[in-house]
Protein backbone atom coordinates (compact mmCIF):
# COMPACT_ATOMS: atom_id res chain seq x y z
CA UNK A 1 0.00 0.00 0.00
CA UNK A 2 1.64 3.16 -1.08
CA UNK A 3 1.56 6.23 1.32
CA UNK A 4 1.42 9.63 0.97
CA UNK A 5 2.90 12.24 2.61
CA UNK A 6 2.02 15.61 3.10
CA UNK A 7 4.12 18.23 0.68
CA UNK A 8 6.98 19.93 3.30
CA UNK A 9 6.26 23.10 4.10
CA UNK A 10 9.20 25.81 2.64
CA UNK A 11 8.18 27.69 6.07
CA UNK A 12 9.63 31.21 4.71
CA UNK A 13 9.82 30.75 0.77
CA UNK A 14 6.68 33.65 -0.03
CA UNK A 15 5.86 36.69 1.47
CA UNK A 16 1.97 37.73 2.22
CA UNK A 17 0.18 40.26 0.81
CA UNK A 18 -2.59 40.57 2.76
CA UNK A 19 -1.40 42.91 5.09
CA UNK A 20 0.64 46.17 3.40
CA UNK A 21 4.05 46.29 5.83
CA UNK A 22 2.90 50.20 6.09
CA UNK A 23 4.51 50.23 9.48
CA UNK A 24 7.55 49.63 7.92
CA UNK A 25 6.84 51.92 5.01
CA UNK A 26 5.82 54.70 6.92
CA UNK A 27 9.61 54.30 8.59
CA UNK A 28 11.52 54.01 5.80
CA UNK A 29 9.92 57.06 4.58
CA UNK A 30 10.84 59.01 7.21
CA UNK A 31 14.52 57.85 7.77
CA UNK A 32 15.48 57.91 3.99
CA UNK A 33 12.91 60.66 2.75
CA UNK A 34 12.39 58.57 -0.51
CA UNK A 35 8.60 57.55 -1.53
CA UNK A 36 10.48 54.70 -4.24
CA UNK A 37 12.55 52.87 -1.33
CA UNK A 38 8.99 52.84 0.15
CA UNK A 39 7.59 51.22 -3.09
CA UNK A 40 10.16 48.73 -3.40
CA UNK A 41 9.24 47.37 -0.11
CA UNK A 42 5.89 46.87 -0.30
CA UNK A 43 4.26 43.89 -2.59
CA UNK A 44 4.79 40.61 -3.14
CA UNK A 45 7.29 38.38 -4.24
CA UNK A 46 7.67 34.83 -4.23
CA UNK A 47 11.00 33.01 -4.00
CA UNK A 48 11.65 29.35 -4.33
CA UNK A 49 10.00 26.90 -6.59
CA UNK A 50 8.05 25.34 -3.57
CA UNK A 51 5.28 27.33 -2.34
CA UNK A 52 4.21 26.57 1.43
CA UNK A 53 0.33 26.79 2.23
CA UNK A 54 -0.51 30.50 3.06
CA UNK A 55 -1.31 30.75 6.73
CA UNK A 56 -5.30 30.20 7.51
CA UNK A 57 -7.85 33.43 7.37
CA UNK A 58 -8.47 32.89 10.34
CA UNK A 59 -5.34 31.90 11.74
CA UNK A 60 -4.05 35.49 13.42
CA UNK A 61 -6.82 35.20 15.69
CA UNK A 62 -4.27 32.87 17.46
CA UNK A 63 -1.87 35.26 18.10
CA UNK A 64 -2.27 38.98 19.84
CA UNK A 65 -0.77 42.20 17.79
CA UNK A 66 1.75 41.73 20.85
CA UNK A 67 2.60 38.38 20.09
CA UNK A 68 1.97 34.99 21.89
CA UNK A 69 2.51 34.31 25.26
CA UNK A 70 6.19 32.53 26.10
CA UNK A 71 5.15 30.75 28.84
CA UNK A 72 5.93 27.30 27.16
CA UNK A 73 9.69 28.30 26.38
CA UNK A 74 10.96 28.94 23.09
CA UNK A 75 11.80 25.32 21.90
CA UNK A 76 14.74 25.30 19.64
CA UNK A 77 14.14 28.72 17.97
CA UNK A 78 17.58 30.72 18.56
CA UNK A 79 17.77 33.93 21.05
CA UNK A 80 18.41 37.13 19.35
CA UNK A 81 22.24 37.83 19.05
CA UNK A 82 23.57 41.01 21.30
CA UNK A 83 25.02 42.50 17.57
CA UNK A 84 25.59 46.09 16.34
CA UNK A 85 26.25 45.62 12.82
CA UNK A 86 22.60 45.75 10.83
CA UNK A 87 24.24 43.33 8.51
CA UNK A 88 25.23 40.73 10.83
CA UNK A 89 21.95 40.72 12.88
CA UNK A 90 20.16 40.40 9.70
CA UNK A 91 21.74 37.52 8.63
CA UNK A 92 21.06 35.90 12.31
CA UNK A 93 17.70 36.77 11.81
CA UNK A 94 17.23 35.19 8.38
CA UNK A 95 18.54 32.22 9.76
CA UNK A 96 15.95 31.88 12.43
CA UNK A 97 13.18 32.84 10.14
CA UNK A 98 14.52 30.01 7.81
CA UNK A 99 15.03 27.36 10.67
CA UNK A 100 12.58 25.14 12.32
CA UNK A 101 11.99 22.04 14.42
CA UNK A 102 8.45 20.68 14.69
CA UNK A 103 10.08 17.51 16.47
CA UNK A 104 10.99 20.05 19.30
CA UNK A 105 8.81 23.02 19.06
CA UNK A 106 5.66 23.77 19.54
CA UNK A 107 3.53 26.23 17.06
CA UNK A 108 3.53 28.96 19.91
CA UNK A 109 7.04 27.90 20.84
CA UNK A 110 7.73 29.27 17.25
CA UNK A 111 6.22 32.15 17.56
CA UNK A 112 7.38 33.05 21.02
CA UNK A 113 10.79 32.30 20.39
CA UNK A 114 10.01 34.59 16.73
CA UNK A 115 8.46 37.60 19.14
CA UNK A 116 11.87 38.12 21.32
CA UNK A 117 13.67 39.25 18.15
CA UNK A 118 11.27 41.91 17.37
CA UNK A 119 11.90 45.81 18.72
CA UNK A 120 10.08 46.61 21.80
CA UNK A 121 9.71 50.45 20.19
CA UNK A 122 5.87 49.55 19.63
CA UNK A 123 5.71 52.53 16.81
CA UNK A 124 7.88 50.80 14.37
CA UNK A 125 7.15 47.29 15.05
CA UNK A 126 5.45 45.02 12.55
CA UNK A 127 4.88 41.78 14.66
CA UNK A 128 2.15 40.75 12.06
CA UNK A 129 4.46 40.32 9.20
CA UNK A 130 7.22 38.08 11.17
CA UNK A 131 4.40 35.66 12.92
CA UNK A 132 2.71 35.36 9.37
CA UNK A 133 6.01 33.51 8.51
CA UNK A 134 4.41 30.89 10.73
CA UNK A 135 2.36 28.02 9.29
CA UNK A 136 -0.99 27.65 10.95
CA UNK A 137 -2.18 25.41 13.02
CA UNK A 138 -3.57 23.02 10.91
CA UNK A 139 -0.47 22.77 8.48
CA UNK A 140 2.07 22.76 11.74
CA UNK A 141 0.26 19.89 13.08
CA UNK A 142 0.51 18.07 9.60
CA UNK A 143 4.47 18.64 9.49
CA UNK A 144 5.37 17.64 13.09
CA UNK A 145 2.92 14.55 12.19
CA UNK A 146 6.47 14.42 9.94
CA UNK A 147 9.13 15.01 12.23
CA UNK A 148 9.58 18.01 9.51
CA UNK A 149 12.48 20.61 10.25
CA UNK A 150 14.64 22.60 8.44
CA UNK A 151 18.33 24.44 8.63
CA UNK A 152 19.84 27.38 6.88
CA UNK A 153 22.96 28.69 5.16
CA UNK A 154 22.83 32.17 4.83
CA UNK A 155 25.17 33.13 1.69
CA UNK A 156 24.84 36.64 1.33
CA UNK A 157 23.74 39.81 2.72
CA UNK A 158 23.53 43.59 2.12
CA UNK A 159 22.48 46.97 1.99
CA UNK A 160 19.71 47.61 -1.12
CA UNK A 161 20.82 50.32 -4.03
CA UNK A 162 17.73 52.34 -2.90
CA UNK A 163 18.47 52.33 0.75
CA UNK A 164 22.41 52.94 0.11
CA UNK A 165 21.27 55.82 -2.69
CA UNK A 166 18.99 57.43 -0.12
CA UNK A 167 20.92 57.55 2.75
CA UNK A 168 23.58 58.93 0.63
CA UNK A 169 21.29 61.80 -0.35
CA UNK A 170 20.36 62.59 3.38
CA UNK A 171 22.63 60.68 5.68
CA UNK A 172 21.05 62.17 9.02
CA UNK A 173 17.74 60.70 8.25
CA UNK A 174 19.18 57.22 9.65
CA UNK A 175 19.70 59.26 12.97
CA UNK A 176 15.33 59.32 13.64
CA UNK A 177 14.83 55.79 14.33
CA UNK A 178 18.10 54.07 13.01
CA UNK A 179 16.22 51.40 10.90
CA UNK A 180 17.95 49.42 8.04
CA UNK A 181 16.83 47.40 5.10
CA UNK A 182 19.24 44.80 4.47
CA UNK A 183 18.28 42.05 1.83
CA UNK A 184 19.52 38.31 2.57
CA UNK A 185 20.00 35.27 0.54
CA UNK A 186 20.78 31.92 1.73
CA UNK A 187 19.64 28.01 1.41
CA UNK A 188 17.08 26.25 3.64
CA UNK A 189 17.40 22.61 4.03
CA UNK A 190 14.47 20.60 4.72
CA UNK A 191 13.96 16.85 5.90
CA UNK A 192 11.07 15.12 7.33
CA UNK A 193 10.50 10.97 8.25
CA UNK A 194 12.11 8.02 6.20
CA UNK A 195 15.18 10.10 4.95
CA UNK A 196 12.89 12.57 2.74
CA UNK A 197 14.84 16.27 2.39
CA UNK A 198 14.91 18.52 0.12
CA UNK A 199 16.68 22.05 -0.56
CA UNK A 200 15.71 25.44 -1.42
CA UNK A 201 17.06 28.75 -2.01
CA UNK A 202 15.64 31.90 0.19
CA UNK A 203 15.63 35.41 -0.28
CA UNK A 204 14.41 38.04 1.73
CA UNK A 205 14.40 42.46 2.60
CA UNK A 206 14.26 42.81 6.60
CA UNK A 207 14.10 45.90 8.22
CA UNK A 208 16.43 46.17 11.32
CA UNK A 209 16.78 48.42 13.77
CA UNK A 210 20.43 49.50 15.26
CA UNK A 211 20.54 51.87 17.74
CA UNK A 212 24.31 53.34 18.81
CA UNK A 213 23.51 52.29 22.43
CA UNK A 214 21.59 49.15 21.86
CA UNK A 215 21.39 45.38 20.21
CA UNK A 216 20.00 45.20 16.93
CA UNK A 217 16.33 44.21 16.65
CA UNK A 218 13.75 42.97 14.29
CA UNK A 219 11.27 45.49 13.03
CA UNK A 220 9.72 43.93 9.98
CA UNK A 221 9.94 41.20 6.73
CA UNK A 222 8.93 43.03 3.71
CA UNK A 223 7.08 41.24 1.44
CA UNK A 224 9.14 41.88 -1.39
CA UNK A 225 12.88 41.21 -1.84
CA UNK A 226 14.77 44.49 -2.45
CA UNK A 227 18.14 44.38 -5.09
Request: aromatic share 8%; glycine share 6%; with cysteine.
Amino acid sequence: MTRHFPRPSGFGSTWPSRRRITVLAAGLAVLLALTTVVALLTGRTPVGDNQPAEPAAGSSSTTSSTGPSASAGTGSVTSPPQLADPVAFAKAAATMLWSYDTRTTSRDQQLAGMQAWLTPETRYADWASIAAQVPDPVLWSRMADQNQYAATTVTEAHYPSAFKEALADDPSAITEAYIYAVTVTGTQQIAWKQGGAGAEDRSLTLAVQCRPSADCSLVSIAPRVVP
